[in-house]
C-alpha cells in the first residue's frame, strides 16, 4: 500500500489538521521496506521526514498521522542519503566516508 501513496498527497495530524504534502517516499521497493515519507510542511514548507511509524494509514486521498501539532515542528530535516542494506538485515545510511 505504500507505494500507492499519490505524489502531493495531504498529510494530516492524529486529530485531521493539515500537516503538508507528501513530496516523497522513503524505502525499498525490492524489498518491500516502507521508512516513511519527506513532506512539505505547512505553513513554512520545510521538507522534513516521517517515519514509518508515526504513519497510521494511507489512502488513495491522504496520509494519517499519529503525529500531534506539536510534534511536527519537531520533525526532522529530510536529507537526501542513501540507504544500505547491510546481509544481516541492517539498514543504515549512507555516510560520506562509505563507497557505494
Not at 504534502?21 to 521508512?35: T, V
Not at 497510521?56 to 519537531?74: F, N, P, Q, Y
Not at 526532522?76 to 562509505?98: A, C, T
Amino acid at each position: 500500500a505504500w507505494r500507492a501513496m499519490p505524489y502531493r498527497a495531504l498529510v494530516v495530524s492524529s486529530d485531521g489538521s493539515e500537516i503538508g504534502k507528501a513530496a516523497s517516499l522513503l524505502g525499498d521497493e525490492n524489498e518491500d521496506i516502507f521508512h516513511g515519507i519527506v513532506i512539505e510542511r505547512a505553513p513554512d514548507g520545510a521538507r522534513v521526514e516521517i517515519p514509518a511509524l508515526r504513519i497510521k494509514k494511507i489512502t488513495e486521498h491522504h496520509v494519517i498521522t499519529d503525529l500531534g501539532t506539536s510534534d511536527v515542528a519537531e520533525l526532522q530535516p529530510y536529507r537526501e542519503e542513501h540507504w544500505f542494506h547491510l546481509g544481516w538485515g541492517g539498514l543504515f545510511r549512507k555516510r560520506p566516508e562509505w563507497r557505494e
